[in-house]
């Protein structure tokens, strides 16, 4: 994937860089629930839920600059477009990875990805492949409402952006998904991660109403 190289030195958030880069748990997150209330008659029709909000999150992040940074050594570089690496079940119990990418229109997406997770099924892997640095690391815990989530993280600590989601449940007349967002807190800021939220909830809107 292509990528530039952030001049931090000259960047408005040097000061937090250098200092959250000094944490041993460096990371910043968020539990927001979000409405999902306009997926569910898609979800009605046949379509994958997981894949139509895979697609809303990895747009939603892949427009927030900040979320599409990653420390390399002692840079900081910007990718043009992040793909998402997420879980895929087995029948065995286990999971294995699954690499897609969104940059295309929905109903170019829904096909490729369903085609995507059945090899990744057949031929199952922990392996994410070349240029791992450039995922965001998607998962689902479709068993379980939550509140908050801990969520494993490596030592040295790396940057991708970690994207959750668990069960929907109804409130009123809306339907209503956990969402969680866990960003390394050198690069991102609780702006960065509402800018997210805000455009998850518009990509969601266009999926909805048919402009994805």
């Known amino acids: ?8 030195e000259q960047d408005s958030r040097r000061e937090q860089y250098a200092y959250f880069r000094t944490f041993a748990n460096p990371y910043v997150g968020l ?32 427009s927030v600059p900040e979320l599409r940074r990653r420390i390399r050594g002692d840079q900081v570089v910007e990718y043009d477009w992040c793909p998402t690496s997420h879980t895929v079940a087995l029948d065995n119990g286990a999971y294995c990875y699954c690499r897609l990418s ?10 490729y990805a369903k085609a995507v997770q059945e090899q990744a099924q057949k031929e199952p892997s922990l392996d994410d ?13 479709p068993w379980a409402s939550y509140t908050a989530m801990v ?12 994207i959750t ?19 390394h807190h050198a690069l991102v800021d609780g702006l960065h991660i509402a800018r997210f939220y805000e455009a998850l909830s518009l990509e969601l809107a266009a999926i909805s109403e048919g402009r994805a």
Do not use: H
């Open 1 to 8: 994937m292509d990528c530039r190289v952030i001049q931090m």
């Open 31 to 62: 539990t927001v629930n979000v409405d999902i209330t306009g997926l569910m008659v898609r979800k009605e029709r046949g379509e994958s839920l997981f894949l139509l909000v895979l697609y809303a999150v990895s747009k939603a992040a892949n």
């Open 102 to 111: 969104a940059d295309m229109l929905l109903a170019d997406f829904l096909p």
């Open 129 to 141: 492949g070349g240029d791992a640095e450039s995922l965001f690391f998607v998962s689902c815990v």
């Open 151 to 162: 969520q494993p993280v490596p030592a040295p600590a790396d940057s991708n952006p970690r």
């Open 165 to 183: 989601w668990g069960k929907y449940f109804r409130q009123g007349e809306r339907t209503l998904m956990p969402v969680t967002l866990l960003a």
